[in-house]
């Protein structure tokens, strides 16, 4: 019998109290999603849920989650989650697993390495102090919807940098909403009914879908037509070929792989953003800190994404909020056959749960960790319990590409607001995250003050 077979103990791992008849767990997981995956810390490192009539895994031990995300990524593949978004991604490297998933990883890795990401640098920084510079004084900004429009433009002009490019945007910023909620309702479906029935918003979706794969393809066409290299993503994705075939990408690959960066990356920085502004709204002291810090490089003209690594504090902030509310909070992977996790032994096909918001709010890893206070990670204050525990863009083979490219946008975004802006919360009622596929701050307002200097 082999090690992966063999289980350690007899019993199984402690299931949650509180499951109901036929729902399981399935109303505290809609309802109080967050406190639901906090609690289940105290029931051991493994414990079993209860979705419905299914029976799933969730890891509260940053070890073992170590184990299913590094050491034995082969056995535990993506999950469901991933495999239903396939009708809005298709084979792009965020949906699929195995050997075309390395496949297309070794692709497009190159084309966010750190030269890569300081050339898109410019353009992040055009777009956001643009748009920062037209917000409104003292009027209540919604500012999830202000760092989304903000988030989709960067993406979209970091991919298509041509004429075309720029009437890409207005069709990005049209589709990708329609497809980032099809995406949610699909992935938090359990029962798969949803791509069954004609569902409301059937038609949008296909809408979405047409128009954007159609501007797509005229870009990709563009592109191959003029063979002129660009400093863009769709360069380098183009540019990308397979060391064993020594063939590039098809153009149906192509899209998957740009629609696949367009739903990982808006959402997911235009939620640090708004999370990183809540913060500091309720940190004065921090803002006040940080300001000086974006002053100093302002004042010498330098250029912000030319110079993050200066940028201390701000990339504190940044992964402190990243801490605090880890967009992808709530992960899944499925065992691919009979095996073993933790001693208990797991049947093929189980569904393993993860929470990088549970983890990141575990007091044993974490001190103090409701608290937002970004000096947490100054030199000799981060130990290897907590860089071991802290991993808001997930480990091993599926681990983001795009780290460096959202730690870029939304450090530039922050100097930018900070040597323009004193942010101020709306009221002094806490934000709500509301725990959708990613964590939103539920109806964030501020109102922002232009800075006396
Ligand atoms: C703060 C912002 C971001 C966070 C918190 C984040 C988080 C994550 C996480 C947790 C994963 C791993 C998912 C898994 O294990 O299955 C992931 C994968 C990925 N991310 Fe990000 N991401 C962010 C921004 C971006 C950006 C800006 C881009 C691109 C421009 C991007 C592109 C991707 C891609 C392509 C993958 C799939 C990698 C693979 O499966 O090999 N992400 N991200």
Redesign the pocket.
């Known amino acids: 019998m082999s090690p992966a077979l063999r289980p350690r103990r007899t019993t199984a791992p402690t299931t949650i109290p509180g499951a109901l008849p036929l729902i399981g767990h399935g109303i505290a997981l809609a309802r109080r999603r967050l406190q639901f995956l906090q609690a289940a810390r105290k029931y051991g490192p493994l414990v079993r849920v209860r979705i419905g009539p299914t029976t799933a895994y969730l890891i509260n031990d940053h070890k073992l989650l170590h184990q299913v995300?590094v050491t034995d990524a082969a056995r535990f593949p993506?999950g469901i989650h991933f495999r239903k978004i396939q009708a809005v991604a298709g084979n792009g490297?965020?949906t699929t697993c195995g050997a075309p998933?390395r496949r297309q990883?070794k692709l497009?890795l190159p084309a966010f390495n750190h030269t890569r990401v300081k050339m898109y640098g410019d353009v992040m920084h055009e777009i956001a102090s643009r748009r920062i510079a037209t917000w409104p004084q003292d009027t209540p900004i919604d500012l999830k919807s202000e760092f989304i429009q903000l988030a989709t433009t960067v993406?979209t002009r970091c991919l298509f940098s041509s004429e075309l490019g720029e009437s890409a945007v207005r069709v990005v910023e049209r589709a990708l909403p329609v497809l980032t909620r099809q995406v949610h309702l699909r992935a938090m479906d359990p029962t798969g009914l949803l791509e069954m029935l004609p569902a409301p918003g059937r038609h949008r979706f296909n809408k979405a879908m047409t128009e954007l794969n159609s501007t797509i393809q005229q870009i990709i066409t563009d592109y191959r037509k003029n063979g002129k290299e660009k400093a863009d993503l769709l360069t380098m994705l183009m540019a990308a070929t397979d060391e064993d075939t020594g063939h590039g990408m098809d153009d149906q690959q192509l899209r998957d792989e740009v629609v696949?960066?367009l739903l990982?990356?808006a959402e997911?920085?235009a939620l640090?953003l708004s999370w990183a502004c809540y913060e500091l709204g309720r940190a004065p002291e921090t803002q006040r800190r940080l300001q000086k810090e974006a002053d100093s490089m302002l004042a010498d003209r330098a250029s912000i994404p030319e110079n993050l690594d200066q940028l201390d504090l701000t990339r504190r902030i940044t992964k402190e909020t990243?801490r605090l509310y880890?967009?992808?909070y709530f992960?899944s992977r499925t065992a691919a056959q009979d095996t073993e996790l933790g001693g208990y032994r797991l049947p093929e096909g189980s569904i393993v749960l993860y929470s990088f918001y549970s983890q990141h709010r575990d007091p044993s890893l974490f001190r103090h960790p409701a608290r937002f206070d970004p000096d947490r990670w100054l030199p000799g204050r981060e130990d290897d319990v907590t860089s071991a525990a802290y991993m808001?863009?997930?480990e091993g083979?599926?681990?983001?590409?795009?780290e460096g490219?959202?730690y870029a946008?939304?450090m530039t975004t922050l100097a930018l607001i900070a040597g323009l802006w004193d942010l101020q919360p709306v009221s002094d009622q806490p934000v709500r995250p509301i725990a959708d596929l990613t964590l939103v701050p539920d109806g964030l307002r501020m109102t922002v003050c232009r800075r006396k200097r």
């Open positions: 995300l993506r490297i965020i998933h990883r497009v993406g696949s960066i990982a990356s997911t920085t640090t990243l880890p967009p992808t992960l808001p863009f997930g083979i599926h681990r983001c590409v795009g490219f959202a946008e939304t």
